[in-house]
């Protein structure tokens, strides 16, 4: 079975400042994962994904994540937040052996305020 | 087309009518899956239609629901005899047949079950 999870339903954040949003993951074998971003009234997009190699993933808008096997683990993570990362956040994954669709956790709404 | 359609982007249906969402995918994109995210809730798999493949309707949450893609391309999502609880939005992604693609997702239709 493969599940996510997102323990953070709300992370704030002042401008400027680091931001990180959790995600675990649970599969059978070995993962695909992926960051996805949703804008007001918008529809989920793609940040990065982790596949095989580096496990340090670098995406979009200055976001990376870091793959940690042996936490399960595959935090996003930015330097300096901007008020125009304020979104919902939504990690993904796939068993790479198993079903083809992509497993969503529940979404963690970041807030970066001014 | 150069994204992922969907239409309406709002519907608002009488309990116990039928309603039709579709979903346009990117052009060559082999795979479509549906989602439905409701408020305060992750993204639930609903199908995932692989080629001349039979779907993938695993996620689908009861009987009223049923999906078709018409020459592997369109989508439309059926949902009979509408509940309250079918209130959400739902949301169509494509992406090419390797999976570590990841998704492109439209932006999705709002279902309001009055």
């Known amino acids: 079975a493969q599940s996510v999870a997102q323990p953070e339903d709300q992370v704030n954040v002042a401008e400027g400042n680091p931001l990180t949003v959790k995600c675990t993951y649970s599969?059978?074998?070995?993962?695909?994962l992926f960051w996805y971003v949703q804008y007001p009234n918008r529809g989920l997009q793609f940040l990065l994904k982790?596949?095989?190699?580096?496990?340090l993933v670098k995406g979009s808008y200055g976001f990376e994540a870091e793959f940690n096997k042996s936490q399960t683990s595959f935090h996003l993570k930015k330097p300096s937040a901007l008020v125009s990362d304020s979104a919902l956040y939504f990690c993904?994954?796939?068993?790479?052996?198993?079903?083809?669709?992509?497993?969503f956790g529940t979404g963690t709404r970041l807030t970066v305020i001014p | 087309g150069a994204g992922v359609s969907q239409s309406p982007s709002n519907k608002v249906t009488e309990k116990g009518k039928d309603v039709e969402l579709r979903c346009d995918p990117i052009?060559?994109?082999?795979?479509l899956y549906w989602y439905r995210q409701s408020l305060g809730q992750g993204l639930e798999f609903l199908i995932y239609?692989?080629?001349?493949?039979?779907?993938?309707k695993s996620g689908l949450p009861s009987d009223r629901f049923s999906a078709e893609r018409t020459g592997g391309s369109v989508s439309t999502l059926t949902i009979q005899r509408t509940q309250q609880e079918d209130s959400a939005v739902y949301l169509c992604?494509?992406?090419?047949?390797?999976?570590?693609?990841?998704?492109?997702f439209g932006s999705g239709t709002r279902l309001t079950v009055v």
């Open positions: 993904a994954v796939r068993d790479r052996d198993g079903a083809n669709n992509l497993f």
């Open positions: 599969v059978s074998g070995n993962p695909y």
């Open positions: 052009s060559g994109h082999t795979a």
């Open positions: 992604a494509s992406s090419l047949i390797a999976l570590n693609y990841g998704y492109t």
């Open positions: 239609f692989q080629g001349n493949s039979a779907p993938d």
């Open positions: 982790y596949i095989t190699g580096d496990n």
